[in-house]
């Protein structure tokens, strides 16, 4: 009898229920049967899932205790007419896409006031007019020891720098392009000096007289976010389901 | 209850835009061509055509949810959810079976709440300790034979219960709903291997919980 446990421990089950479930092709099949043939534990586990599957299709059906039809109130609610199906559309969950929308407008907005906010060049100029003056100050050292003390420099533009930049003192300011201060005459190719002073906000702004671009569209991304943010907002109180 | 975290999940999930593919002989079965008249109505605003839906299917639709969810409780909310959601997406319904089709509302609905339970794991179907909620039975059949058989679907019941929720999906779909494999498949969201192995292992522990029970069933 141990012996007969022991030996039926190790036969596969899988098979015997893949039997029960009609799910062998042949071969399978007649290994299964085998099996069933030769072991009176599989022979009866193959009758008990029978057993089984047979009860699971005659279970009785549970007896229903509530009526699921739906009053008006509940129909206006599921399917609303007018504004709010509109407005219920920014809450449903197919339009997933209004909530990282909205935060990227929010964001692109709030970052491009900030910009704008911050003076003409703002940082980038700072950052780039500190090289400048570094760059300055090195060729001022190098010209110093052969020139004596002459008031102005030429910075090292490489030898031969065919546009030679006034280097007053030191000025803050600068832009990505790397343009002279704002203070200083910009020498152009012709040797023409060009007074910058709006070139600093240009990017920005646009030219001088121009129609300010970026603080325009700033507000127009702001306002959109913050307007999907509060129809979201609005559909989700409407419909808390 | 209607609120609880899984049915939101039920109520946010749109029903699956797939047709039914099984042979619906529609034109030629009154029952059908009447449900689907009845969705043309109900589609167009009409509040009683889809209540006369309601009343056709709601046993069914429960008597398949309670399978999968035995929580009595819960089993209710996910049929009144998987109605609102059906008319809420009468829109999507592309013919075929009526009946399949709220069906598949209501298995979505019910695997739903079963993954959320799962995630929060509770006092496993504590109603199943109530036995008021068996069915009676039939009035004609002998006592002995009524009692036996009372007796069977509790313990069957219980050991559904009992079981993964994987499982007893599988099997109350193959089993009672009558799908086929390749259905439970697609409906469940894997494999066909899996579906099989789900179905024989189910009714590997089935057996295992009905060790000394097994009386019940033999004869």
Excluded at chain 1, 46 to 59: C, M, N, Q, S, V
Excluded at chain 2, 112 to 118: E, F, G, K, P, V
Excluded at chain 2, 157 to 184: H, K, M, N, S
């Amino acid at each position: 009898m141990a012996d007969r446990m022991t030996a039926h421990r190790d036969h596969d089950t899988i098979l015997i229920a893949s039997l029960a479930a009609g799910d062998l092709a042949d071969l399978a099949r007649a290994d299964a049967e085998a099996l069933i043939a030769a072991c009176p534990d599989c022979a009866a586990l193959h009758a008990d899932l029978l057993a089984i599957a047979a009860a699971t299709r005659e279970l009785p059906a549970p007896v229903r205790t509530r009526d699921y039809r739906l009053t008006r109130e509940q129909a206006d609610r599921l399917r609303p007419a007018g504004r709010r199906r509109l407005l219920e559309a920014f809450g449903s969950p197919r339009l997933a896409v209004t909530r990282p929308l909205a935060l990227a407008f929010t964001t692109l907005g709030i970052a491009g006031l900030l910009l704008t906010a911050v003076p003409a060049g703002g940082p980038a100029r700072m950052l780039s007019s500190g090289s400048e003056r570094d760059a300055a100050a090195t060729a001022q050292a190098n010209d110093g020891a052969g020139s004596g003390a002459e008031g102005t420099a030429v910075p090292a533009h490489g030898a031969g720098s065919p546009a030679p930049v006034p280097a007053a003192s030191p000025q803050p300011g600068g832009d990505l392009a790397g343009e002279p201060a704002a203070s200083a005459p910009a020498i152009v190719s012709g040797g023409e000096p060009k007074d910058s002073t709006t070139q600093g906000s240009g990017a920005l702004a646009g030219e001088a007289g121009g129609i300010p671009w970026l603080p325009i569209l700033s507000v127009v991304l702001l306002s959109t976010g913050l307007g999907l943010f509060a129809l979201r907002f609005a559909a989700r109180r409407l419909d808390p389901a | 209850m209607l609120d609880s975290i899984g049915l939101s999940i039920a109520v946010r999930r749109d029903p699956r835009p797939v047709e039914d593919l099984r042979p619906t002989e529609a034109a030629e079965d009154p029952a059908q061509r009447r449900d689907l008249w009845l969705v043309e109505q109900a589609r167009s605003g009409d509040l009683d055509a889809f209540n006369a839906l309601v009343e056709t299917h709601q046993d069914h639709l429960f008597a398949l949810v309670v399978r999968m969810v035995p929580d009595r409780d819960q089993a209710s909310d996910v049929v009144q959810e998987a109605f609102f959601s059906a008319y809420r997406h009468l829109a999507s319904f592309r013919g075929g079976s009526v009946r399949s089709w709220l069906g598949r509302i209501a298995i979505n609905a019910a695997m739903d709440i079963q993954r959320a339970r799962r995630r929060r794991p509770v006092q496993p179907y504590p109603e199943l300790e109530d036995e008021t909620w068996q069915p009676p039975a039939p009035s004609t059949a002998e006592p002995e034979l009524t009692a036996i058989a009372a007796e069977r679907s509790r313990a069957l019941a219980g050991a559904l219960a009992g079981i993964t929720p994987d499982q007893r999906a599988a099997i109350v779909l193959f089993d009672i709903e009558g799908y086929d494999y390749q259905e439970i498949a697609d409906l469940t969201g894997v494999s066909l291997g899996t579906v099989k192995s789900r179905i024989h292992r189910g009714r590997l522990a089935l057996r295992a919980l009905l060790e000394g029970r097994m009386e019940l069933f033999r004869g």
